[in-house]
């Protein structure tokens, strides 16, 4: 028996190809396509979705600078929070204002205006959002001040340089000044926290640290009944590392009084096995105390607040309408201890109030820690 192979499109029979015939009222489709009707209906029906949506468009376009340009949407509000002590909302708004003229909610640049905040003085960063249907909020986060450089830049708590008005930061009022390279205040930032903490319950507080171009470190103390008081500390050096002489200064620093009768007008911890101590300069300390009873009873702030003055409360949000339309001192070198004093020894240029002694007193290390 002879077997019949079947295909999808043709029938085989003894080996010859037969074609399918399609059956009567039926209609033949084209290999590999729709209906030719069909696929004209689906093109004319893309065609219309690209004509209606092109239309959308042209209007949305036509439309936009009627919506944006209405009164309702235009920008006539500025809020703002953050230490408004710091940044007044006047000084802001001048800034940003120049940014927001003429803008609506739908058009403010908020990069822009961010950018602008960022500019004001004290602002460390800004945040900007838009508030339906006319206002701008801004966030600012301000620097906190610890210290000042001389040249009048702040510096802040983390070791950074801003321009600022110090008379405008609580903090910022009672600032210990820097000496030193713009490049090296992270490390004077640094040292000034370590050598607080030598000093520990000592009645005085660093009020200027310095470091020469040598490597040289200088520091001055000053306390409710201790004036201005510089102390020499020399370079660091591998057997007699700065911060060992800070430490050995705060040990000593009663026994000295004690011996001298009062605070020494200054202090040279470059000996390697002494401390040099300058006789108390009385009518200096009397003039100081003096001055800071008058300031005490005019209930005016005391001469030397607190290290760490408590941060001013944060400032309520402020909001305003935006208007329509746009001495050197080194050690005695005609003495027996000049040839002591620790090679490292480098004068500085740091400003100080001292006088000159006319006398002078060492302490050994090993007599201020017998006392």
């Known amino acids: 028996m002879e077997e019949f192979k079947k295909t999808p499109r043709s029938l085989s029979y003894r080996g010859e190809a037969l074609e399918q015939i399609p059956l009567t009222g039926t209609t033949s489709v084209p290999e590999g396509g729709a209906h030719p009707q069909k696929r004209r209906s689906g093109s004319l029906i893309r065609g219309f979705s690209v004509l209606l949506f092109a239309a959308a468009l042209a209007g949305a376009y036509l439309a936009a600078p009627a919506v944006t340009g209405l009164d309702y949407v235009r920008i006539h509000r500025l809020e703002m929070k953050g230490d408004t002590a710091k940044v007044p909302l006047p000084r802001l708004k001048e800034v940003v204002e120049l940014e927001l003229e003429g803008k609506s909610y739908f058009t403010t640049d908020i990069a822009a205006v961010r950018a602008a905040a960022e500019t004001v003085p004290w602002v460390k960063h800004a945040s900007v959002r838009r508030i339906w249907p006319d206002r701008i909020e801004i966030d600012i986060t301000v620097y906190e001040a610890a210290a000042q450089l001389e040249d009048g830049r702040l510096i802040s708590i983390e070791g950074k340089l801003f321009s600022a008005n110090p008379e405008e930061g609580a903090e910022a009022r009672n600032l210990p000044t820097?000496?030193?390279?713009?490049?090296?205040?992270?490390?004077?930032?640094?040292?000034?926290?370590?050598?607080?903490?030598?000093?520990?319950?000592?009645?005085?507080?660093?009020?200027?640290?310095?470091?020469?171009?040598?490597?040289?470190?200088?520091?001055?103390?000053?306390?409710?009944?201790?004036?201005?008081?510089?102390?020499?500390?020399?370079?660091?050096?591998?057997?007699?590392?700065?911060?060992?002489?800070?430490?050995?200064?705060?040990?000593?620093?009663?026994?000295?009084?004690?011996?001298?009768?009062?605070?020494?007008?200054?202090?040279?911890?470059?000996?390697?096995?002494?401390?040099?101590?300058?006789?108390?300069?009385r009518k200096a300390l009397e003039s100081y105390l003096e001055e800071n009873a008058r300031a005490e009873e005019k209930k005016e702030p005391a001469a030397?607040?607190?290290?760490?003055?408590?941060?001013?409360?944060?400032?309520?949000?402020?909001?305003?309408?935006?208007?329509?339309?746009?001495?050197?001192?080194?050690?005695?070198?005609?003495?027996?201890?000049?040839?002591?004093?620790?090679?490292?020894?480098?004068?500085?240029?740091?400003?100080?109030?001292?006088?000159?002694?006319?006398?002078?007193?060492?302490?050994?290390?090993?007599?201020?820690?017998?006392?």
């Open 304 to 371: 030397l607040p607190a290290e760490n003055p408590a941060e001013a409360p944060e400032a309520p949000q402020a909001q305003e309408a935006l208007q329509a339309g746009p001495d050197a001192h080194s050690p005695d070198n005609d003495q027996e201890s000049a040839s002591d004093a620790d090679d490292s020894a480098d004068s500085t240029e740091l400003e100080a109030q001292e006088n000159t002694p006319t006398e002078r007193s060492e302490v050994s290390h090993e007599a201020a820690e017998g006392k």
């Open 178 to 281: 820097f000496s030193c390279a713009a490049e090296d205040v992270p490390e004077l930032l640094r040292r000034y926290r370590r050598f607080t903490s030598l000093f520990g319950d000592l009645p005085f507080r660093i009020t200027a640290l310095s470091l020469s171009d040598r490597g040289s470190w200088s520091l001055v103390i000053q306390g409710p009944r201790i004036p201005p008081t510089r102390v020499e500390l020399g370079r660091d050096t591998a057997g007699s590392p700065v911060e060992e002489r800070v430490r050995q200064v705060a040990a000593a620093y009663p026994r000295m009084e004690e011996l001298l009768g009062g605070p020494p007008s200054s202090i040279d911890a470059r000996y390697r096995r002494a401390i040099a101590a300058g006789k108390v300069d």
